[in-house]
């Protein structure tokens, strides 16, 4: 039996190549893993104090980064509401989703965290930093670094600490 | 066809920026050398792994001032909408003024100066009708 040249060039390419169904699965889950891993880094807000120029240029910078979990409620609703659903409790939870997000009101920055003071204390680490407490060029960064479901809240403080 | 091209152009010109935060310094009275330094980060499908890209600005602006200071600090930060969904970025630009911390302070102008008390203000000298009759010349007082 002879078989079609252009028909057996194509199975072959379909058997080397990576993005057959059975090999693609694998990338595919690998890529959504690193997807997931990776996050996406969201800037706040940005604060730069005065520099004096030959302390930024002679010394070394530090950096001071304070952060706590944060809760994407939005998504914890979502994925509350499809496991309810499944056991014909839906509508409940769609209605424990709202009274949650009604508290989820006003200016705010990132997704709402567990405790309001995860970052009081980023006085007192400047002061264990630089001593001396000639900082100059303080840069204050909030940022947010969000996964599915949860994130990171940020706060982050970079400088330079003059020498006495 | 003239259509899909007129409306690919339309939107291909049409930009959004939104000012998200914006924070400044003290600023001095010496503003003669304006310093700027900028942070770019375009997202493709509004990836962005990292904030890093505004680390640099501090040295940044100190190497425009090397020997000084940089005060007055205007830091700025915006997001620009290119295309919905496909093309984004952020920027921040700190702009500051460089200050010779070896000048000597500027004397306040006159108009700054605090006023000196107007004499109408100043406690009048006893004039010589109101005075008391003992300041009268001596050769009087002797008749």
């Known amino acids: 039996m002879v078989r079609n040249p252009i028909r ?17 699965r694998p990338v595919l ?15 706040h807000s940005v604060q730069l104090g005065d520099i004096d120029s030959k302390t930024v240029l002679n010394e070394q910078p530090f950096e001071i980064k304070v952060s706590e979990l944060g809760l994407n409620t939005e998504d914890a609703i979502a994925i509350g509401e499809a496991i309810a659903s499944q056991a014909g409790r839906g509508e409940e939870a769609a209605l424990i989703g709202d009274i949650i997000e009604l508290f989820q009101t006003g200016p705010r920055t990132g997704n709402p965290t ?5 970052s009081d204390h980023v006085g007192e680490l400047l002061i ?22 949860v994130s990171g809240e940020i706060v982050r403080l970079s400088g330079y600490c003059a020498k006495d | 066809m003239k259509k899909t091209l007129f409306l690919l152009l339309s939107l291909w010109c049409v930009g959004c920026v939104h000012m998200r935060s914006i924070s400044t310094t003290s ?22 792994v990292d904030n890093d890209y505004i680390d640099g600005l501090t040295k940044d602006l100190a190497a425009e001032c090397p020997d000084g200071r940089v005060e007055g ?19 921040v630009t700190a702009t500051g003024f460089c200050v010779d911390p070896t000048a000597a302070p500027e004397v306040p102008a006159e108009e700054d100066a605090p006023e000196a008390p107007a ?15 003992a300041a009268t010349p001596p050769e009087e007082a002797k008749k």
């Open chain 1, 128 to 149: 264990q930093e630089c001593p001396s407490g000639k900082i100059t060029g303080l840069m204050a960064i909030r940022e947010t670094a969000q996964y599915p479901v």
């Open chain 2, 119 to 133: 004499e109408e203000d100043a406690p009048e000298a006893p004039a010589e009708e109101d005075a008391p009759e």
């Open chain 1, 29 to 43: 889950h690998m890529l959504g893993v690193c997807l997931l891993a990776s996050g996406c880094a969201v800037l």
């Open chain 1, 8 to 24: 057996n060039a194509r199975e072959n390419t379909m058997k080397i190549s990576p993005f057959t169904p059975s090999r693609a």
């Open chain 2, 73 to 91: 600090i205007l830091t700025k930060q915006e997001d620009i909408m290119y295309f919905p969904l496909i093309a984004h970025a952020v920027r």
């Open chain 2, 27 to 48: 600023i001095p009275a010496e503003r003669s050398k304006p310093v700027e330094a900028e942070g770019y980060r375009f997202m493709l499908l509004m990836i962005n």
């Open chain 1, 114 to 118: 567990f405790t309001k003071k995860f």
